[in-house]
């Protein structure tokens, strides 16, 4: 059973503009919540985390929105730029569950320049 | 530079072989984490280690098995078990709850 899911495989963009990419999430013990930038064959490089008592990160082009209610969080990138285009995972964990990690599948994020 | 070492970056293996992928950080990290990467699918987590000489079993453990004796060390076996392992192999680590995983480049296994 996905506990962490991301359900659109891919999302392109025109340089410049907004890169929003969405998660949603089903266990409401998740506590923490992150997002990672991957390129193939590499492993992911940590981008971005919130913890479950903000609803808002940010950290240059990048923020992240949790909304817990819906459970649902997106990233924001602004403005998008061409060495963006990578693969986005968000991931979560819960202290409850001796912090094991659940990734999403991942969007594959092109800006077109 | 500290980070987390993964070896070799590709691996063959023939049917019936254990195979054995290494993992090593230097970040003086207490959780070390095996992931398998498919196409098209997340990560999913093999084995998890929280402490030296204790580990648990994550969604798809069958067919593999990790030991952590040194802090800095936790190689994963891929055994002959193990019907599908073609694979991407990712090791993770993090310091304590609350934190980012730190990842590897990863090891890519392949059957011959």
């Known amino acids: 059973d996905q506990q962490v899911k991301q359900n659109s495989p891919s999302l392109s963009v025109q340089e410049g503009r907004i890169s929003i990419l969405n998660c949603d999430y089903t266990n409401s013990m998740f506590d923490y919540f992150l997002w990672y930038k991957k390129y193939p064959a590499e492993g992911p490089t940590f981008l971005i985390s919130?913890?479950?008592?903000?609803d808002k990160n940010e950290d240059g082009r990048f923020t992240v929105f949790l909304n817990k209610s819906a459970k649902h969080l997106s990233l924001h990138i602004v403005p998008s730029q061409p060495g963006d285009s990578a693969v986005y995972f968000c991931?979560?964990?819960?202290?409850?569950?001796?912090?094991?990690?659940?990734f999403g599948t991942g969007t594959s994020l092109t800006v077109i320049p | 530079d500290g980070g987390i070492t993964q070896s070799p970056k590709y691996l063959f293996r023939k049917e019936g072989q254990n195979v054995t992928l290494s993992c090593e950080q230097n970040l003086n990290h207490d959780a070390m984490y095996w992931y398998r990467q498919d196409p098209g699918q997340g990560l999913r987590l093999i084995y998890y280690s929280q402490i030296v000489n204790d580990f648990q079993k994550g969604d798809i453990a069958e067919g593999y098995s990790v030991s952590r004796e040194k802090k800095e060390s936790f190689p994963l076996t891929v055994t002959s078990a193990q019907k599908n392992p073609t694979a991407f192999y990712l090791c993770?680590?993090?310091?304590?709850?609350?934190?980012?995983?730190?990842f590897g480049d990863g090891t890519r296994l392949s059957i011959l």
């Open positions: 991931a979560a964990s819960a202290r409850e569950t001796g912090n094991q990690f659940y």
């Open positions: 919130i913890s479950s008592i903000k």
């Open positions: 993770a680590s993090t310091k304590s709850g609350g934190q980012p995983q730190h």
